[in-house]
């Protein structure tokens, strides 16, 4: 099928695709399949409904739509009417909406009908004016559309214009908008389809949040500019059972979800035998530190072979930097660690040691980008955007690796969040892994805690157990002698404390990744004891 001519932006696929293609399928949703035509024809009501409520080119649009066609209308919508989108997760409370919309000065925020009120509220208790806040429902504003003469303009976007304004997890500290172009998103979706080797033909299924970047940019925008086939799930999933159901239903070729997402199938699946995922190609594990155990794991269990594969990606390059080349086996470090693979088309990654110079093999430092595809900075932040790049205008990524002596490249943890115990820098993912391989153990988490005392930084870990009440205290303790057990039999120390607790208790970003300082914070200030969660220590 002939496809669209050149392209310096996706709109400009999408409305060839709109006008060209409008009978083919641009995704499925629900049970319904969505076309080009359809969705074309909202994203300009959408654009014409800003521009007759006063949204005009530049303005900031917060979204706080869940995955579904009124995300993607509303989005591109933006776009089509010169505005800038700023997504945030539907599950984010009122006022972290409201800190994001202040922080990005919004214009508007869009969300379903029944957030903009609980908006206009939480402006009420902070004492400012509601009517600021500009909060608005998806249906107002394509009503607004029809209520007044207003067309989407017919102008094609500045490639070099600011698409996006992607908000940080915030898993190492406070969110930052990270500013990405409409060169940038079509240089990063170029590069991953030449890396993985995705072609038309391929089927993405992906429950990931549209919000953020794996879920927007891989698992949408590039089947959008191929016209490959999108079964979308929503991102409130709260059976991963539906995913497999929808690969092996739909014959997905394409998918991708954090390590954590393919270790609880592991656990919900009791029968993987009826799941029939041989079609296959690509189960990309991404987004948080990927566990050797998960990979080989989740081939076992599904009869898979080479389908399984480590990528690496952030937000600052858009998305997608490295992965591990498809129908390959992944290369596993003598450290349990596995690599990200090679990076894709364009990018180049090097290691930065203390004082800014190469660093030998083997030895940790941090890892350097570059690529066309990188954010030019963070939003109305000039001084974090300084600390971004290095002198060479390289992306400073605050993630630390090494390579082997065949130029494998290893993740060992965050910057902030690596461990400095007796001399040694620990990794929580290492960590992690260790103590999750305990039977009663749902979830670890790893932080540094220096009290000051002789003994400097120690490692504090802390579990979830599987079960919702507390054991005997006699089994509590047996089951922290368990973990510093683990802990030494892997790294040869000791934790400086083992803390088990209630289920779903370790603080997480919305997409799944531990938030070590967020529980760092509530272990010192006694939060986390005063919450009731803490089974261990009494």
């Known amino acids: 099928m002939t496809g669209p001519p050149p392209a310096a932006t996706l709109l400009e696929v999408l409305q060839w695709r709109g006008r060209e293609q409008a009978s083919r399928s641009a995704f499925l949703f629900a049970g319904r399949e969505h076309t080009f035509g359809e969705l074309w024809a909202a994203i300009e009501g959408f654009a014409a409904g800003l521009a007759a409520g006063g949204v005009e080119p530049g303005d900031r649009v917060v979204l706080v739509l869940p995955n579904g066609p009124a995300f993607f209308a509303a989005f591109y919508g933006c776009q089509r009417a010169g505005a800038v989108p700023v997504p945030v997760f539907p599950e984010s409370g009122a006022e972290r909406v409201l800190d994001l919309a202040a922080a990005c000065g919004a214009r508007r925020v869009v969300a379903g009908e029944e957030v903009p009120g609980a908006l206009r509220a939480a402006a009420r208790e902070r004492g400012c004016d509601p009517r600021e806040v500009g909060a608005v429902d998806f249906a107002a504003v394509t009503a607004a559309a029809g209520r007044r003469e207003s067309a989407a303009p017919e102008r094609a976007p500045d490639p070099g214009a600011t698409a996006l304004l992607q908000y940080t997890s915030g898993s190492t500290g406070d969110p930052k908008g990270v500013v990405i172009s409409h060169r940038n998103l079509v240089t990063n979706v170029g590069q991953m389809i030449a890396g993985m080797e995705i072609t038309d033909d391929d089927v993405f299924v992906s429950w990931l949040p549209v919000q953020h970047d794996m879920g927007l940019v891989l698992m949408s925008m590039v089947p959008f500019f191929l016209a490959a086939r999108l079964v979308l799930l929503p991102s409130s999933l709260t059976d991963v059972r539906q995913w497999l159901d929808a690969i092996a239903v739909h014959r997905g070729t394409f998918t991708a979800a954090p390590d954590f997402a393919y270790r609880l199938c592991l656990r919900a699946v009791r029968d993987p035998a009826r799941y029939d995922l041989s079609s296959l190609r690509v189960a990309l594990d ?141 990794a929580p993912q290492e960590i992690e892994e260790a103590v999750e391989s305990l039977p009663f153990v749902r979830r670890a988490a790893a932080v540094g805690i220096d009290r000051g005392r002789l003994e400097g930084e120690q490692a504090y870990v802390f579990a979830e157990l599987r079960r919702a009440r507390p054991p005997a205290a006699e089994t509590l303790r047996e089951m922290a002698t368990d973990v510093v057990e683990r802990f030494h039999r892997r790294l040869g120390l000791r934790p400086g404390r083992v803390c088990l607790l209630a289920p779903r208790t370790i603080p997480l970003t919305p997409n799944g990744k531990i938030r070590h300082p967020a529980l760092r914070a509530a272990w010192l200030d006694g939060s986390l004891r005063a919450s009731g969660r803490l089974f261990f220590p009494p």
């Open 286 to 426: 991404a987004a948080e530190p990927v566990r050797p155990a998960t990979l080989r794991r989740f081939e076992e269990a599904f009869g898979l072979e080479r389908v399984m594969v480590a990528g690496y990606g952030l937000a600052e390059a858009t998305v997608g930097v490295s992965m591990q080349p498809a129908g390959t086996a992944p290369v596993i470090s003598e450290r349990g660690l596995v690599a990200i693979g090679r990076p894709f088309p364009g990018v180049r990654i090097t290691l930065r040691g203390d004082a800014g110079g190469p660093v030998a093999v083997g030895e940790i430092g941090e890892l350097v980008v570059e690529s066309p595809a990188l954010t030019s900075g963070y939003y109305a932040d000039p001084e974090a955007t300084a600390d971004l790049f290095d002198g060479a205008g390289r992306l400073r990524t605050g993630d630390l690796g090494y390579r082997d002596a065949a130029g494998n490249l290893f993740l060992v943890g965050r910057s902030k969040n690596v461990i400095l115990q007796a001399g040694r820098n620990l």
